[in-house]
């Protein structure tokens, strides 16, 4: 039982970005943090041009997608959807699993997805400079990519623990021309404040975060570049379901669940949005996972409340499920799931029943990541386990119930440069990472209260 590729052409790329929040009965609006107000379009350009400040603010289903930003998506796009014959072989499970595969693109993830757009929009408003965080790497190796294509400086604060785990992926930020720093630094006031605090901290996305936003704010050059979380870039990443749309249609059928790794959520977003729309709109129902770290459980023990994306409070109030913007997680290998909160749209989805949330220990997850890369070839990135192990688990549910269904996840990327991490776990030298209750509680005793509440 081989495994099975459907693969679109170069002219069927999507042309246009699919919006949840059209099809979402109500959404919590940004709050400008000062006044308490949603934010406006005026109050976003400080660290990002007009189009992605629109985008960000927008109701509209469907938004074009640039002629240019189509042809670089055509290098690695369409992505190509598999069926893991080999898999549901060695599982013995009467479920039809597939996956959309986005370690194909330069960087290896789903990431160049909205790096391409961000670049693109960033140049065309004179734009010199990105500033971004990164977790793991790949969002930031994804920018660096998108800055070279685009003649733009890139500069990446990457969390100390991801940037220590994972040299090759900052050598590959290097090689794009970034330049990449560890989190928190001495080169930004939010940074040395943290340091002076303590010194050995391993930092979080929300520190990288407050370093990348500040140096935006202080260059009028410079623009902030957002990986995850935000609204335009989980519209950005739903070029990805929309074509496991058509490829499920050449195979004939269509998932009973659908599952993605969530650590911000842009992957998630990417794969879901668009079956979720189908479905709002009166199509095929599905059953959304989000499969989340246990270190860092956002969705299955976070508070639903405003909270700020960065730790020292520099970026609008968002309303989502977090576990507190000043919460540093547990050094776990999957870094770019190492984060306080959830992208809004995910949240709101949550919220409506509209998806529901599970969190995986780390090694149950590397477990997950060998049987699918002895079965299926492909070494997947820490991030992308989280969702395989949930696919496994409920393959074999299926197998207990004697029931056939289809399952879809997301393989958001390749873990070539993981290698060392899946090292560690063969030689029994990686742990699971406890949830910290208490750490959690001191996080969620200094949100935000917006002004006027």
């Given at each position: 039982?081989?495994?099975?590729?459907?693969?679109?052409?170069?002219?069927?790329?999507?042309?246009?970005?699919?919006?949840?929040?059209?099809?979402?009965?109500?959404?919590?609006?940004?709050?400008?943090?000062?006044?308490g107000?949603?934010?406006?379009?005026?109050?976003?350009?400080?660290?990002?041009?007009?189009?992605?400040?629109?985008?960000?603010?927008?109701?509209?289903?469907e938004?074009?997608?640039?002629?240019v930003?189509?042809?670089?998506?055509?290098?690695?796009?369409?992505?190509?959807l598999?069926?893991?014959?080999?898999?549901?072989?060695?599982?013995?499970?009467?479920?039809?699993?597939?996956y959309?595969?986005?370690?194909?693109?330069?960087?290896?993830?789903?990431?160049?997805?909205?790096?391409?757009?961000?670049?693109?929009?960033?140049?065309?408003?004179?734009?010199?400079?990105?500033?971004?965080?990164?977790?793991?790497?790949?969002?930031?190796?994804s920018?660096?990519?998108?800055?070279?294509?685009?003649?733009?400086?890139?500069?990446?604060?990457?969390?100390?623990?991801?940037?220590?785990q994972?040299?090759?992926?900052?050598?590959?930020?290097?090689?794009?021309?970034?330049?990449?720093?560890?989190?928190?630094?001495?080169?930004?006031?939010?940074?040395?404040?943290?340091?002076a605090d303590?010194?050995?901290?391993p930092?979080?996305?929300?520190?990288?975060?407050?370093?990348?936003?500040?140096?935006?704010?202080?260059?009028?050059?410079?623009?902030?570049?957002?990986?995850?979380?935000l609204?335009?870039?989980?519209?950005?990443?739903?070029?990805?379901?929309?074509?496991a749309l058509?490829?499920l249609?050449?195979?004939?059928?269509?998932?009973?669940?659908?599952?993605?790794?969530?650590?911000?959520?842009?992957?998630?977003?990417?794969l879901?949005?668009?079956?979720?729309?189908?479905?709002?709109?009166?199509g095929?129902r599905?059953?959304v996972?989000?499969?989340?770290?246990?270190?860092?459980?956002?969705?299955?023990?976070?508070r639903?409340?405003?909270?700020?994306?960065?730790?020292?409070?520099?970026?609008?109030?968002?309303?989502?499920?977090?576990?507190?913007?000043?919460?540093?997680?547990?050094?776990?290998?999957?870094?770019?799931?190492?984060?306080?909160?959830?992208?809004?749209?995910?949240?709101?989805?949550?919220?409506?029943?509209?998806?529901?949330?599970?969190a995986?220990?780390?090694?149950?997850c590397?477990?997950?990541?060998?049987?699918?890369a002895?079965?299926?070839?492909?070494?997947?990135?820490?991030?992308?386990?989280?969702?395989?192990?949930?696919?496994?688990?409920?393959?074999?549910?299926?197998?207990?119930?004697?029931?056939?269904?289809?399952?879809?996840?997301?393989?958001?990327?390749?873990g070539?440069?993981?290698?060392?991490?899946?090292?560690?776990?063969l030689?029994?030298?990686?742990?699971?990472?406890?949830?910290?209750q208490?750490?959690?509680?001191?996080?969620l005793?200094?949100?935000?209260?917006?002004?006027?509440?």
């Open positions: 039982m081989d495994t099975i590729k459907y693969q679109l052409t170069d002219n069927q790329i999507p042309t246009s970005w699919y919006n949840l929040a059209a099809d979402l009965p109500e959404l919590a609006p940004a709050l400008h943090p000062g006044t107000q949603p934010a406006t379009v005026a109050d976003l350009v400080a660290i990002m041009p007009k189009e992605l400040a629109e985008q960000e603010l927008s109701t509209e289903r938004i074009e997608i640039p002629p930003v189509r042809q670089i998506y055509a290098q690695w796009r369409p992505s190509p598999f069926r893991a014959r080999r898999l549901e072989q060695a599982l013995g499970t009467p479920a039809r699993i597939y959309k595969y986005e370690g194909g693109s330069p960087a290896g993830s789903h990431k160049p997805n909205t790096g391409i757009a961000q670049a693109f929009y960033n140049k065309e408003a004179g734009i010199r400079r990105l500033a971004t965080e990164t977790g793991a790497g790949q969002w930031g190796s920018l660096s990519l998108a800055g070279a294509f685009f003649g733009l400086e890139v500069k990446v604060f990457m969390v100390k623990v991801s940037y220590h994972k040299p090759y992926r900052r050598a590959l930020m290097h090689t794009y021309g970034a330049t990449c720093v560890a989190s928190p630094s001495t080169e930004t006031a939010a940074g040395r404040a943290i340091l303590d010194p050995d901290c930092g979080s996305l929300g520190i990288a975060t407050s370093e990348a936003i500040e140096l935006a704010m202080n260059d009028p050059f410079t623009n902030y570049a957002g990986g995850s979380v609204n335009h870039v989980a519209l950005h990443q739903t070029v990805i379901g929309q074509e058509r490829q249609d050449m195979a004939e059928d269509y998932p009973d669940i659908v599952i993605g790794a969530a650590g911000g959520g842009s992957n998630l977003a990417g879901a949005f668009p079956f979720l729309g189908e479905q709002l709109r009166g095929h599905v059953r996972i989000a499969a989340e770290p246990e270190a860092c459980p956002s969705l299955t023990k976070g639903i409340a405003y909270d700020f994306g960065d730790t020292t409070g520099l970026t609008p109030l968002l309303k989502m499920h977090t576990l507190g913007h000043s919460f540093i997680p547990p050094a776990i290998h999957a870094g770019g799931l190492r984060y306080h909160g959830i992208a809004p749209l995910v949240s709101q989805a949550l919220q409506d029943g509209l998806l529901e949330a599970r995986v220990a780390q090694t149950r590397f477990d997950a990541g060998l049987t699918f002895r079965t299926e070839g492909i070494v997947p990135a820490p991030e992308s386990t989280h969702a395989i192990r949930v696919a496994i688990d409920e393959a074999l549910r299926l197998k207990e119930e004697g029931r056939s269904q289809a399952i879809l996840f997301g393989l958001s990327g390749h070539h440069f993981d290698l060392g991490a899946y090292e560690r776990y030689a029994g030298e990686l742990a699971d990472e406890g949830y910290d208490e750490r959690v509680e001191r996080a005793a200094d949100l935000p209260t917006p002004a006027g509440s």
